[in-house]
């Protein structure tokens, strides 16, 4: 049997791993804040032959998150984590405030749980969800970028340090996919993927044990060029990005 526990997975890219590992022999760890939706969801996977646990919960909890996480890993140990929820739209401070709790400290109150676990004894996967946005400060959305980037670099960094120790950490980076985020956006999305593509893109990445799991293609090539831009001109192009949505 092989476990998955998947934060997010009401909706967009965790909904589409969710399904996209719903199979007889596996197990699931499902986790989100949509209570309706998350059980939905679940419904769809066992339906697939998987089984399915769920948990309402909020990433930024870091005891309610260790608890469940731990419970998890005890009922049978974890093979694969998904630290995937994530949010958007930086109307405030209160909201960038919230975008940074969401999209880093809820990260590392997923993968830390499960990387002790997984250090203890040599094996295991762990996938951070960060975003093409990564690779720059966007001035549209210069919180979600920022955390992101956080998100990508402190990936890069464990794969690093336990590259020797059986735990395999990748970061997911991907460009437009259907979520509600990008639901709320009302521009241009160039290379758009449908979700269901997404995950089979990340399911495929997280085989391989593959370091940046980036996509599509031509997003993953601007991604590079934006890391690459002196930060003068970079600030330039992206200046007139139009803002995510919330």
Known sequence: MTTI??????????????????????????????????????????????????AQLDVTDRDSMRTWIEACDDAAPLDIVVANAGIAGE???????????????????????ALDRMLARKSGTIALVSSIAGNRGFPSAPAYSAAKAAVLAYAEGLRGKHGRDGVTVCAVCPGFVRSRITDANDFPMPFFMEADRAAATVRKGLARGTAKISFPWQMRLSGWLMRALPSGLGTTLTARLPEKGS
């Open 5 to 54: 526990l998947i934060t997010g997975a009401s909706s967009g890219i965790g909904e589409a791993l969710a399904k996209a590992y719903a199979e007889p022999g596996n197990r699931l760890c499902l986790s989100g804040r949509d209570e309706t939706r998350l059980n939905a969801v679940a419904t769809q996977c066992r339906d697939a032959g998987a089984s399915v646990d769920t």
């Open 91 to 113: 109307a405030d401070e209160d909201a960038v405030r919230r975008i940074f709790d969401v999209n880093l400290t809820g990260v590392l109150n997923t993968v830390h749980p």
